[in-house]
């Protein structure tokens, strides 16, 4: 199983910015997905999921409405696009892969976050 996200840089407020995760090593349509953030010194904060074929999705109130988790199971690519942000979205962004397949969609707490499988991450830094 391989996640490696990319699209990471350095972005000042109000701006935007793509992150994506080409996953390999596994049947990408069968999980459900997710990002995940972590600003060093703090745990994991668990943002958007999506189900297997992107009808469902759900995120953190702290990214509604600025970010857009989507998917693409011919690319095997799942994105997150990033709006509006905030030198406080500054963080490691992580993508996640459920454990099991045909999970459905759940919002996870600081606790559970930690169960999913995470690539290697890519950077996010707001600053003006």
């Known amino acids: 199983v391989q996640l490696v996200e990319s699209g990471g840089g350095l972005v000042q407020p109000g701006g935007s910015l793509r992150l994506s995760c080409l996953a390999s090593?596994?049947?990408?349509?069968?999980?459900?997905m997710h990002w995940v953030r972590q600003v060093p010194g703090k745990g994991l904060e668990w943002l958007a999921g999506i189900s297997v074929q992107g009808s469902t999705t759900k995120y953190a109130d702290s990214v509604k409405g600025r970010f857009t988790i989507s998917r693409d199971n011919d690319k095997n690519t799942v994105y997150l696009q990033l709006t509006a942000l905030k030198t406080e979205d500054s963080a490691m962004y992580y993508c996640?892969?459920?454990?099991?397949?045909?999970?459905?969609?759940?919002?996870?707490?600081?606790?559970?976050?930690?169960?999913?499988?995470r690539g290697q991450g890519t950077q996010v830094t707001v600053s003006s």
């Open positions: 090593g596994f049947t990408f349509s069968s999980y459900t």
């Open positions: 996640a892969r459920e454990a099991a397949a045909y999970s459905v969609v759940k919002i996870y707490n600081e606790y559970e976050v930690g169960r999913l499988l």
